[in-house]
């Protein structure tokens, strides 16, 4: 179960975007990282451009190399757009459903609560952060784990802003996956066709 542990604010400066949610450090120095990061000024290849942005999804999603061309694999055998499916591919985690659902405040807040068994797909529990929700499943927060404090106070601080392809019952404290998201709907500034294009060499 690898996955980056390293600084996060160090890769966010790297990529210039608060990947990995609000920073108060990054706010400050939104440059890239490094003594010369403020100077930096170097031409980025064709090829860098793509490695980027690859790197960025993963670091995005929580994800290591090995995992990611697997993902882009399944999605190459599917019917359709190779980079929508990919993203769509990694929107149905669970850990990331659990993140996009309030439960967790962050995906790796998710993932651990996940791996922790607090979460159930469908009244089992489930303890895998990659496995793959499908229409109509249910993933909810187990009966003994509601009133653990990093799922009340995400649940109470969590945005108001609601993702299409998906419906939380605050009562109950579960939500349905009604659809795979369409890529309009997906948030994440990610240009999937360069990582396309990087794997298609």
């Known amino acids: 179960m690898a996955r980056y542990t390293g600084p996060k604010t160090r890769i966010a400066r790297k990529f210039g975007e608060q990947?990995?949610?609000p920073d108060k450090v990054f706010e400050r120095k939104n440059y890239l990282p490094g003594i010369h990061g403020l100077n930096r000024r170097r031409k980025t290849s064709e090829y860098g451009t793509q490695l980027k942005e690859k790197q960025k999804a993963k670091y995005t999603y929580g994800i290591l190399e090995?995992?990611?061309r697997r993902y882009f694999d399944q999605a190459q055998r599917k019917k359709g757009i190779t980079g929508e499916i990919l993203l769509q591919l990694l929107e149905s985690r669970?850990?990331?459903?659990?993140?996009?659902?309030?439960?967790?405040?962050?995906?790796?807040?998710?993932?651990?609560?996940?791996?922790?068994?607090?979460?159930?797909?469908?009244?089992?529990?489930?303890?895998?952060?990659s496995f793959q929700i499908k229409h109509g499943d249910v993933i909810s927060v187990r009966e003994k784990s509601k009133t653990l404090e990093v799922i009340t106070n995400s649940l109470s601080n969590s945005k108001t802003r609601k993702y299409p392809w998906l419906e939380w019952e605050n009562d109950t404290q579960s939500g349905k996956f009604i659809t795979?998201?369409?890529?309009?709907?997906?948030?994440?500034?990610?240009?999937?066709?360069?990582?396309?294009?990087?794997?298609?060499?």
């Open 94 to 129: 669970l850990d990331n459903t659990v993140f996009r659902l309030g439960i967790a405040p962050t995906r790796d807040a998710a993932r651990q609560l996940v791996s922790h068994r607090h979460i159930t797909v469908n009244s089992k529990v489930t303890s895998i952060p």
């Open 66 to 68: 090995r995992q990611f």
């Open 180 to 201: 795979v998201p369409e890529r309009s709907d997906i948030p994440e500034n990610i240009k999937e066709q360069l990582i396309v294009e990087l794997y298609s060499k």
């Open 19 to 21: 990947i990995y949610g």
